[in-house]
């Protein structure tokens, strides 16, 4: 190995081969490490500068030939110790095939010294080879950075800000730099602190044609004053009400803290891209177009929703839409303000005026008894009864509550099947998240699929966005199918798959996502007959009567129908803003004397029609002329399919002695195979008793 000493500079300077290997040094460099020549002999800088490796080495000799020199900050590492230097490779024509380095220490530069002793400006270099971020010493204290190393910072130059710069502006900064890396162009970016305003300036070093870094000054500009609109920015972001800010595409671009409090999502996840339609599960997507096409600047509207959050709780919430348009782009901002105790309040008022109803009737009624049927009406909320026909139900109900069995529900319609579910599941362990309700003979053949198991983007023409499907959204809570009865053949197939497997799949994809969902299913028909007609699946009809509840009709309930009518009268004279009071007996036993087809939802429509036409305190039921008004006689007269059907099969068995298999049993009398005639007459409640 030779000594160059002398030959090119003074400062240390080492000449490497290909490889990277140093074939010769000058005694700058033998003393400024203070190294010994054995061990030079044996240096190889690839070991020795962290920021290179074979490739780089390569393109770094390709432009200095091309260019004549090159530089950049980096470590290196001589017998253990750190040093921070600059390198300036050069070449020669004698010497082409070797590159000589001149290591200056990185201190020694005279504009870093300069910055040093500035008030005002701080020096930074970030290099994107090693991650390794270089700073001047008063860099933390030009920005008032509480630090126990004033020199270096572990990984970037945002991570660095991080004390002084919000998340907004952290995002805004990386941006920046990810705009300037990707188009090779200086760095600037603003902003204030503590009455502060800092300055950015920056300039890209190129490694060939690919940014390696950024090297730059940060400026302090003392007592800047707070722009207008950053206070009222501020005041925004500090409010307690939600405020979400969307685009053209309804995407969210601003999420204040109340809304990343509320909803559970970070700054971070809502700068991702998050769509108004991820959270309203009220409105759709036409809804907020319409918000957006306004005809002027500035137009206001109201409305009442539900959002959903990440933890998949719902949140009520009253909004505030005002329109923004500027340079031809629009915007909503909406002011969203919780009302979640308002609506507890609510329910709160509910369960008092049911209890004042209770407390009224207590002049009509045996004191225990009554006192007995109140503890039923607050451990059932929305079922009201005081039949001791409808005893036997409320006890299902209270047994199948807190177990996670699948529960059936089979009734004759407008019976409330549907609040049976709602008790269910407001005494279950999942009470905390709503019930999701679908009513299976609503929705349109082609929509069912997508609205039960949610699809993809793109996965069909109009699906311009993900969406979850209502088994999703039940995650840990209980979804209620209606007319169950309704969904076709080829949906009970992955209906079947749910209840099995615990997991759905969307339109569109192939990757299945497991659920802990509780199903509770309800029909107005007859699943067994329809298993027996091929119209419904038999494994899955078996899967969901694990728990079968069968509602009994009104008119086998009659001394419901007082109460029931109490309650409808109330609860339409407070909606219609009337003071009615009383029901005349005579009515009352008009009401106990009809049959009721429609059950309970027919007696809520004539009472809620009444209510309408009574201008007194007295309800007014002189418009009712009902076809069977005429007492128990007429009523028997008249029967209903049901009540044929189950006088029919008594008749069938007392004929056959209540044998019901077969050659001389009922089944074989009524032509019904013998396990149709169980379900019969589980249905009608039919028992040698």
């Not at 899955?540 to 008119?555: A, E």
Request: with cysteine; net charge positive.
């Amino acid at each position: 190995m030779k000594s160059i000493s002398g030959l090119l500079f003074e400062s240390p300077v080492v000449c490497i081969d290909i490889d990277g290997n140093v074939v010769s040094y000058n005694e700058s460099f033998k003393n400024s490490y203070n190294l010994e020549l054995q061990k030079i002999g044996k240096l190889n800088w690839l070991e020795i500068d962290v920021s290179l490796n074979k490739p780089i080495l390569q393109k770094i000799r390709q432009n200095v030939l091309n260019k004549g020199q090159i530089k950049w900050n980096t470590y290196i590492y001589l017998d253990s110790v750190e040093y921070k230097v600059n390198i300036t490779a050069k070449a020669t024509e004698k010497y082409n095939s070797y590159l000589f380095l001149q290591i200056l220490p990185w201190q020694n530069s005279k504009f870093a010294r300069f910055l040093e002793k500035s008030n005002d400006s701080a020096y930074w270099y970030w290099n994107f080879i090693n991650g390794q971020l270089i700073i001047s010493k008063n860099f933390a204290t030009i920005l008032s950075i509480p630090t126990n190393s004033s020199d270096t910072f572990p990984a970037n130059i945002s991570q660095a800000l991080s004390p002084i710069l919000s998340t907004t502006e952290i995002l805004s900064l990386q941006n920046s730099i990810s705009k300037a890396k990707r188009n090779k162009s200086p760095l600037q970016f603003t902003w204030q602190f503590k009455g502060q305003q800092y300055k950015l300036n920056a300039a890209p070093t190129l490694l060939g044609e690919k940014v390696s870094g950024f090297e730059g000054i940060i400026k302090k500009f003392k007592n800047a004053p707070e722009k207008p609109q950053s206070v009222i920015r501020n005041a925004i972001e500090k409010t307690q009400d939600l405020v979400l800010i969307l685009n053209e595409e309804l995407n969210i671009s601003y999420a204040n803290l109340a809304a990343v409090s509320k909803l559970g999502f970070s700054k971070s996840e809502f700068a991702e891209g998050m769509n108004i339609m991820d959270f309203d599960i009220e409105h759709t997507r036409q809804f907020y177009d319409q918000q957006m096409t306004q005809d002027d600047e500035l137009t206001r509207s109201n409305f009442t929703t539900i959002f959903i959050r990440k933890n998949h709780k719902i949140l009520p919430l009253e909004i505030e839409v005002i329109l923004h348009e500027e340079s031809d782009a629009k915007s909503l901002y909406l002011r969203a303000r919780d009302i979640s105790s308002e609506r507890i309040q609510q329910s709160q008022l509910n369960a008092s005026l049911a209890h004042k109803e209770l407390t009224s009737r207590r002049l009509l009624q045996d004191k225990s008894y009554l006192l007995e049927e109140a503890t039923h009406s607050k451990a059932f909320k929305d079922i009201i009864s005081v039949s001791k026909s409808y005893k036997p139900i409320l006890h299902q109900i209270d047994q199948v509550s807190n177990t996670d069995a699948t529960v059936l529900i089979e009734g004759e319609t407008g019976t409330g099947k549907e609040l049976i579910a709602r008790a269910i599941h407001n005494r279950s362990q999942r009470s905390k998240n709503p019930l999701i309700v679908v009513n299976c003979g609503s929705l349109p053949r082609d929509l069912i699929e997508s609205e039960l198991f949610g699809h993809t983007k793109g996965a069909f023409t109009g699906a311009l966005q993900s969406k979850k499907g209502k088994f999703e959204l039940a995650d840990n809570s209980t979804i209620f199918l209606d007319e169950i009865g309704e969904l076709p053949l080829d949906l009970q197939t992955r209906l079947l798959r749910v209840l099995q497997e615990g997991e759905v799949e969307k339109i569109g994809s192939e990757k299945t996502i497991k659920i802990n969902t509780r199903i509770i299913a309800a029909t107005n028909q007859s699943l067994f007959e329809m298993v027996e007609e091929k119209k419904f699946r038999k494994d899955l009809y078996y899967r969901l009567n694990v728990f079968p509840i069968i509602n009994i009709p009104l008119r086998e309930r009659k001394e419901d129908i007082e109460i029931l009518a109490n309650h409808f009268i109330k609860k339409y004279s407070i909606k219609l803003k009337k003071t009615i009071t009383t029901l005349k007996p005579d009515d009352l036993n008009r009401l106990r004397s009809y049959h009721f087809p429609g059950n309970i939802r027919e007696l809520e429509n004539i009472i809620e029609r009444s209510v309408i036409l009574t201008q007194g305190r007295e309800l007014n039921l002189d418009f009712w002329s009902p076809n069977l008004a005429n007492g128990d006689k007429e009523d028997h007269d008249i029967m209903t399919l049901d009540e044929i059907q189950k006088v029919h099969i008594i008749d069938a068995l007392e004929k056959t002695k209540w044998r019901i298999s077969g050659d001389h049993g009922a089944a074989r009398l009524l032509g019904l195979k013998d396990q149709t005639l169980f379900s019969k007459m589980r249905k009608f409640e039919i028992t040698r008793n």
